[in-house]
């Protein structure tokens, strides 16, 4: 039923024209993951790798982000990844706000059939729009609960690749982040 439920959605967000991204994107990447995943993690946006393949997080940012699965016991496997865009904003421009708002029911609605236990916040784009805060530098690595769902605010894997200070935070954040999953047992 949940996979039904999924599957209908995704077909929506690949055929959407809501915003203007349509007529730039190669393949919308709705997520992809287990359908019951208990972790799910919201990235920016796909970039060019993921915009051709139609799968989110393959490009160099991903590949990071599995290395920092890895640090963590976490399978990539066990997870649900997305973001809040979910079509490839031209030269990897920052997601407009007005595309933010048109696309975000899509991630809503993913929330809502997934029900995951936590939800890791990878950068300012996915904190706002589902936290509507911008100081990830104050909430990173910190749990913070809301209608039943345990968000983990961090930097997005991007920045922790070209900022060294960021990567050795992010670091910091995903043993936090390990722990957490452990006393929950999600893993
Ligand atoms: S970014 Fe979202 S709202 Fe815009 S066309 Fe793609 S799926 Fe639709």
Not at 8 to 28: G, V, Y
Not at 75 to 83: A, D
Not at 116 to 137: H, M
């Amino acid at each position: 039923m949940i996979f039904l439920e999924l599957e209908k959605l995704n077909r929506i967000i690949r055929n959407c024209k809501k915003c203007e991204l349509w007529k730039t994107r190669t393949n919308a990447v709705p997520g992809e993951g287990p359908q019951d995943a208990r972790i799910m993690f919201v990235g920016m946006a796909p970039g060019r790798t993921e915009d051709i393949e139609g799968r989110p997080f393959v490009g160099p940012a991903g590949k990071f982000l599995n290395k920092l699965l890895e640090s963590t016991g976490i399978k990539r496997s066990e997870v649900f990844l997305t973001s809040p865009l979910k079509c490839f904003p031209p030269r990897n421009r920052k997601p407009l706000p007005k595309e933010i708002e048109a696309c975000k029911p899509y991630l809503l609605k993913q929330i809502e059939i997934i029900r995951p236990q936590i939800i890791i916040l990878l950068g300012e784009v996915a904190l706002e729009t589902l936290l509507k805060r911008k100081d990830v530098s104050n909430v990173r690595g910190k749990p913070i609960e809301k209608d039943g769902i345990i968000y983990f605010p961090t930097y997005h894997p991007a920045a922790g690749m070209r900022f060294p200070k960021i990567r050795e935070k992010l670091l910091n954040d995903f043993m936090k982040l390990k722990k957490i999953i452990q006393k929950l047992q999600l893993s």
